[in-house]
C-alpha cells in the first residue's frame, strides 16, 4: 500500500509565517553578501570593475524583483475555493434531488479527481468539482489543487498556480546569477594565507555561506522546476501525478499547446508576469479552476449518471 504524504500535511499548521520570514531572510542575507559585501564597493572603482559590477547589480535587481513579485503573489493570491452551494451541472440537469444518494454511490468520492462522476467532500459537506481536493491546512477544497506549500503558506492552485511557477523560474535564475557572481570571491575563501587578501573574514565568511546557499537553491530548485515543466505539458496536477495508479493517463490533456495556455494564458507579453488579462480570463474558463475541457468531452457527449 502507497504511503499517502499528503495526510500528513496538517502538521505544516505550525509552520505558519515563520517560512516566509525565514524566505526573507535568505534574501536579505543574499543581497548583504552579493551588493554591500562584493559588487557595490566595486562601482566606486572605476573602469571594467564597475562596468562589471553594473551588470551584475542591474540583472540581480531585475530578477529580485521579479522573484518578490511572483513570491508574494503565491503567498496573497486566494488559490481557488469551491463557490458555496457548487453543484455538478449533470445532477442539475436530472433535477432528482438526491444528491445524498449520489454522494454516497460515487466510488470516486474522495478519491480519483480525473472522474467525471459526482465526487463529495465529507469534511466540507458539499460537492467537489473536477480537479479540485480537500487540503487539510486550509480546511477547504481547493480548485485544481496541486499541493500545500510550506514556503509560501498556502495552496497552489488554479489561481495561482501560474505565479508558483515564476516563482521557481525566477529563483532559479537569481540563484544561478548569485552564484556565478560570487563564485571568483568564493575562490578566495580557499586562497593561501601567504596571500594578499584585502577583504574581512566576516565579508569571506559571508560570501562562502551565500554562494553555498545560492548554489544549493538553484540546483533543488531546478529540479522543481522541471517536474513541474513535465506536469504542465501533460496538463496534470501534482496530487493527480500522484494517483497516476488509478488515472494512466490525463483525461485534460488536450496536448501542449492548449495545456500551456490553461496556466499561462494566451498573451505572450504577459507568459512572464503573474497576472492574467481580463480578456484571457473571460476566454479561457480553466484559468478559474471550474471550467475544464477533457478528451472524454471532446470524443463524444458525458453521459448522466
Known amino acids: 500500500m502507497a504511503w499517502n504524504v499528503f495526510k500528513f500535511c496538517s502538521a505544516l499548521r505550525a509552520l505558519g509565517s515563520i517560512m516566509i520570514l525565514f524566505v526573507i531572510g535568505i534574501i536579505g542575507f543574499t543581497y548583504y553578501a552579493l551588493v554591500l559585501v562584493n559588487y557595490g564597493p566595486s562601482l566606486l572603482l572605476g573602469g571594467l570593475d564597475s562596468f562589471i559590477a553594473l551588470l551584475v547589480l542591474a540583472l540581480f535587481h531585475f530578477l529580485l524583483v521579479m522573484v518578490l513579485w511572483s513570491y508574494f503573489s503565491v503567498v496573497v493570491t486566494d488559490p481557488g475555493g469551491v463557490p458555496p452551494g457548487w453543484r455538478p451541472e449533470l445532477d442539475i440537469e436530472k433535477g432528482d434531488g438526491n444528491e445524498a444518494a449520489i454522494a454516497e454511490a460515487s466510488p470516486l468520492s474522495v478519491g480519483d479527481s480525473s472522474s467525471h462522476i459526482v465526487r463529495h467532500c465529507r469534511k466540507c459537506n458539499q460537492y467537489k468539482p473536477p480537479r479540485s481536493h480537500h487540503c487539510s491546512v486550509c480546511g477547504r477544497c481547493i480548485l ?51 596571500d594578499e587578501i584585502t577583504v574581512s573574514l566576516g565579508s569571506l565568511a559571508a560570501t562562502f555561506i551565500a554562494f553555498i546557499l545560492n548554489i544549493a537553491f538553484a540546483l533543488s530548485v531546478l529540479g522543481f522546476l522541471i517536474m513541474h515543466i513535465m506536469l504542465v505539458a501533460r496538463n496534470t496536477t501534482t496530487i493527480e501525478a500522484y494517483e497516476k495508479y488509478t488515472t494512466p493517463n490525463s483525461p485534460y490533456d488536450l496536448g501542449r499547446k492548449a495545456n500551456f495556455e490553461q496556466v499561462f494564458g494566451r498573451d505572450k507579453m504577459y507568459w512572464f508576469v503573474p497576472l492574467y488579462t481580463e480578456e484571457d480570463m473571460k476566454r479561457l474558463p480553466a484559468l478559474g479552476g471550474l471550467d475544464f475541457r477533457s478528451r472524454l468531452e471532446e470524443s463524444e457527449p458525458l453521459q448522466s449518471l
Open 144 to 194: 485544481k489543487m496541486d499541493h500545500h506549500c510550506v514556503w509560501v503558506v498556502n495552496c497552489v492552485g488554479a489561481r495561482n498556480y501560474k505565479s508558483f511557477l515564476l516563482f521557481l523560474f525566477y529563483t532559479f535564475l537569481e540563484t544561478t546569477v548569485v552564484a556565478v557572481s560570487l563564485f571568483p570571491a568564493f575562490l578566495v575563501f580557499f586562497t593561501d594565507g601567504d
